[in-house]
Nanobody, 119 residues
Framework: EVQLAESGGGMVQPGGSLRLSCVASGFPFTLFGMSWVRQAPGKGPEWVSA????????YYADSVKGRFTISRDNAKNTVYLRMNKLKSEDTAVYYC????????????WGQGTQVTVSS
């Protein structure tokens, strides 16, 4: 069974930090590019960050560049999102997404983890 299990969300004050984790199982993790996508209340999904299979290439939305860091540990089938200098506008449900970069048509979503930035 394919699973993407996010954790690490919570409530934090502006300027604070959180680290999200996404543990994958049921598919060949090293063949998949991994992304984080968020959805704020009343808004559409927003792509946040992505990382390639080997972890040596990373990509960020302009809104988080310089504050967020994506990484992956292929030995642990886990992708992380380190979020620093959090702002109220970062409040959203954060979803982990897996996309097979070798075989077309395979993509998976996690259930999401809530991040709330508020004083």
């Amino acid at each position: 069974e394919v699973q993407l299990a996010e954790s690490g969300g919570g409530m934090v004050q502006p300027g604070g930090s959180l680290r999200l984790s996404c543990v994958a199982s049921g598919f060949p993790f090293t063949l998949f590019g991994m992304s984080w996508v968020r959805q704020a209340p009343g808004k559409g999904p927003e792509w946040v960050s992505a990382i390639n299979m080997g972890g040596d290439m990373t990509y960020y939305a302009d809104s988080v560049k310089g504050r967020f860091t994506i990484s992956r540990d292929n030995a642990k089938n886990t992708v992380y999102l380190r979020m620093n200098k959090l702002k109220s506008e970062d409040t959203a449900v954060y979803y982990c997404h897996a996309l097979n970069l070798v075989v077309a048509g395979q993509a998976y979503w996690g259930q999401g983890t809530q991040v709330t930035v508020s004083s």
